[in-house]
């Protein structure tokens, strides 16, 4: 996972946030060697505590609205889902009071696509990214932890859910799914 991130921008929010608070990353993503200029801001939470994020690259634009606390952190990172692609993506974390919610992003000229929103646990690790074109991630299925897998398509534009690889009940025993 250490080697899929590339990149790495932090937008930290607190009560006397402006407006509109905005971070840059800098990297190349559609893998056309020119980089793109990738902007995160987070409009002000409204009296129900929520706030607007939104990622833009040129006209592109991602949006997702969040319940996001005073002092919670918002992560924008580029990484590597598959290392035989020239393609990069971004995966934005959200910290909420209940845990963390990622946005896993695609960009092509003038479009940013959502290929996953994973909702995380309270210690708001990334999926696990191998650069095999494979992303895991850790779910709540009820009693205990589990893990779902999904990969990369094709277009580069969409993830495909893989088998379910099982999951770990009772503090971190394996067992299988019925």
Not at 23 to 42: C, F, H, M, N, P
Request: contains cysteine.
């Amino acid at each position: 996972m250490a080697a899929a991130a590339v990149g790495l921008c932090v937008l930290l929010l607190t009560q006397s946030a402006a407006a509109r608070e905005v971070q840059r990353l800098y990297v190349d993503l559609d893998g056309d060697s020119k980089v793109e200029a990738i902007t995160l801001a987070a409009s002000e939470a409204d009296v129900s505590g929520r706030s607007q994020i939104s990622v833009r690259i040129g006209s592109a634009v991602f949006s997702a609205e969040h319940h996001v606390l005073p002092e919670a952190r918002i992560d924008m990172r580029a990484i590597i889902i598959d290392r035989q692609r020239p393609q990069r993506q971004l995966a934005l974390t959200v910290q909420q009071a209940d845990g963390c919610v990622h946005h896993l992003l695609a960009y092509t000229p003038r479009r940013l696509v959502r290929l996953l929103p994973i909702v995380g646990d309270a210690d708001c690790q990334l999926p696990s990214l191998a650069g095999d074109g494979v992303v895991e991630a850790k779910v709540w299925p009820g009693d205990g932890i589990g893990k779902k897998r999904y990969r990369l398509g094709a277009d580069g534009l969409s993830m495909l859910r893989e088998e379910q690889s099982g999951y770990l009940a009772d503090h971190g025993r394996a067992s299988q799914p019925q």
